[in-house]
């Protein structure tokens, strides 16, 4: 088993940023591809963005390019989001996501979900 511990939201004004944190634990072993989501009530997730193992491939949804930057420390096993130039419409619970797979990964069917952390945006 894998968990997933988000922290980092809160509440900011429209054009600064927060920097969002997932700790993994559980199976040492697991060397999976990690990314963002996030949901709004009313709303199905939204995938933000995800990293492979390595930090070779990252991909962001089009809304965040530009804005948002995915990383992840294996040694501290965390994954980051910063955040930066933060506008009322990223108000969302942002959720935590794992799989060995990339694509399921990507697709929001992966195995694993933290418990997600609400960033609100005043304008």
Known sequence: QVQLVESGGGLVQAGGSLILSCVVSGRTDSRYPMGWFRQTPGKGREFVAAISYNGGTRTYTESVKGRFTITRDNGKRTLYLRMNNLKPTDTAVYYC?????????VAGTGSYWGQGTQVSVSS
């Not at 996501?97 to 399921?104: F, L, M, S, T, W």
């Open 97 to 105: 996501h794992a799989d060995p797979e990339y694509a399921a990964l």
